[in-house]
């Protein structure tokens, strides 16, 4: 069966400093992998999301850059953390071209940024 | 623009009381349209989902939801909720031709013993 891991699950960082959030995926193959933003009141917030090896597409101007050095695993870093930048971040899969199939949810990073 | 719309964000029913939970899409075509749950602190989990076909379709937990497309919504109901159904419910729709999917910004349920 299919799993998604993230970590690590909590995350508290001062202002200025590195971040690199991981995810893995198991169970599946060429999937296609999102990073979710989510914060209070403002529901799930596409970030990045990734067709393949090195293919990245960014949704948001921000802060915070992606990478998906192999199949199943898709990385969230920045080079320097803003206040703004906290929030429950959340990984995701889905198979197939177009999106009819469900995306799978991973349990999530809660970064706090201060 | 695309834009997904759950217009309340908090709602609050008795145990054994129906439930039902709005959502209104912004498209021009039908789009792919689902509803998740999200447990405290954790990941989503698809609740159902919606294509084509007949538009009442029937979920996981007893939930079903409605496709309209005069009105341009997806409603989602439970005709008996349980006290285990408290959490948030997030509706999304997904981009034909695309790999991208649009969440409302979440309706957060709360449950009276």
């Known amino acids: 069966s299919q799993t998604i891991h993230q970590w690590p699950a909590t995350l508290v960082q001062p202002v200025g400093s590195p971040l690199s959030l991981e995810c893995t995926v198991e169970g599946t193959s060429n999937p296609n992998l999102y990073w979710y933003r989510q914060a209070a009141g403002r529901g799930l917030q596409l970030l990045f999301y990734s067709v393949g090896i090195g293919q990245i597409s960014s949704e948001v101007p921000q802060n915070l850059s992606a990478s998906r050095p192999q199949d199943r695993q898709f990385i969230l870093s920045s080079k320097k953390l803003l206040l703004s930048d906290s929030g429950f971040y959340l990984c995701?899969?889905?198979?197939?071209?177009?999106?009819?199939?469900?995306?799978?949810f991973g349990p999530g990073t809660r970064l706090t940024v201060l | 623009a695309q834009s997904v719309t759950q217009p309340d964000i908090h709602i609050t029913v008795s145990e054994g009381a129906s439930l039902e939970l709005r959502c209104n899409y912004s498209?021009?075509?039908?789009?792919?349209l689902f509803w998740y749950v999200q447990s405290p602190g954790q990941g989503l989990q698809l609740l159902l989902k919606?294509?084509?076909?007949?538009?009442l379709v029937q979920g996981i937990k007893g939930f079903e939801a409605e496709f309209k497309r005069s009105q341009s919504s997806f409603n989602l109901r439970k005709p008996s909720v349980h006290w285990s159904d408290a959490a948030e419910y997030f509706c999304a729709v997904g981009l034909p031709g695309t790999y991208k999917y649009i969440f409302g910004t979440g309706t957060r349920l709360k449950v009276l013993a």
């Open positions: 498209y021009g075509a039908t789009p792919y």
């Open positions: 995701a899969w889905s198979v197939g071209v177009g999106p009819y199939n469900e995306q799978f």
């Open positions: 919606y294509f084509s076909g007949d538009t």
